[in-house]
């Protein structure tokens, strides 16, 4: 065995023993590139450094979008938006900054059946994770609700709203999609009232505020969960005809022809 096959073997133990697998998997190729450019060992630590930097970057973001529950083909890439209005349009484009999560703002998406509202805030989850390495965690209101009632039926309910925590943002799909009990909303609210200027919640919803006492069932608990959530928030109203009815109407228009 040659010295320089002593020193592969050597060096990829040593690489593999302290968790630098990118490192272990490109250094050959690295160095080859560095003696043929005279690259010096300081440009060819450099190298090898971004490229596992870059590695474990995208191996983060891999798991923070498994963890997420976000629907990938809900894209930003897939979102037409010159459908949004102008005024939504710029809301968006801030929004994607992503500075509200730091001020632990709200995002709040009103809009009709298939006006895209759902899209467009897993869209924007989708890229401050990517792009940010921010922790978003999607999930529809009726199975919140439900994980939510089972905490505190089995005496964690605290526990579980502190998992939660650890999400910059939570959007919560479809608020009002689906009528609840009394008891389901209460959990619901403890869970706004603890994230209140603590983190983000992001949420759609087919119905404006002035509905909002058939959801939470109580006129004072309706105002409390409403000022919680404005109090620091972004409004996104899409006030748009449905994506779908508007892909249907083109489809039978094509077949027509």
């Not at 998997?25 to 870059?54: G, I, V």
């Not at 119905?207 to 996104?236: N, Q, Y």
């Amino acid at each position: 065995m040659s010295a320089a096959t002593d020193v592969r073997a050597a060096l990829t133990g040593n690489l593999k023993a302290l968790h630098l697998p990118t490192m272990r998997h490109c250094y050959e190729d690295a160095a080859q590139r560095a003696e043929k450019e005279t690259l010096s060992y300081e440009q060819f630590l450099l190298e090898l450094t971004e490229r596992e930097c870059e590695g474990r970057r995208k191996s983060r973001i891999r798991k923070l979008l498994k963890e997420s529950g976000l629907p990938l083909e809900k894209s930003l890439a897939n979102f037409d938006l010159k459908r949004l209005p102008v005024k939504v349009g710029r809301q968006v484009r801030t929004l994607l900054e992503g500075s509200f999560l730091d001020r632990k703002e709200n995002v709040l998406a009103f809009g009709n059946p298939g006006s895209g509202k759902s899209h467009l805030l897993c869209a924007l989850a989708q890229e401050l994770l990517v792009n940010s390495g921010r922790q978003m965690r999607f999930t529809t209101c009726a199975l919140l609700v439900q994980e939510l009632l089972i905490a505190k039926r089995e005496l964690r309910l605290s526990r579980e709203i502190k998992r939660l925590a650890r999400y910059d943002g939570l959007l919560i799909d479809d608020l009002g999609y689906v009528q609840q009990s009394r008891e389901e909303m209460e959990v619901l609210f403890t869970l706004l009232a603890e994230r209140y200027e603590r983190s983000s919640v992001l949420l759609t919803s087919n119905l404006p505020f002035s509905k909002w006492e058939g959801i939470f069932k109580d006129p004072m608990t309706t105002a409390a969960a409403i000022d919680r959530l404005v109090h620091h928030a972004v409004i996104l109203e899409l006030n748009i005809p449905s994506y779908r009815v508007e892909e249907a109407k083109k489809k039978q228009h094509s077949e027509e022809r």
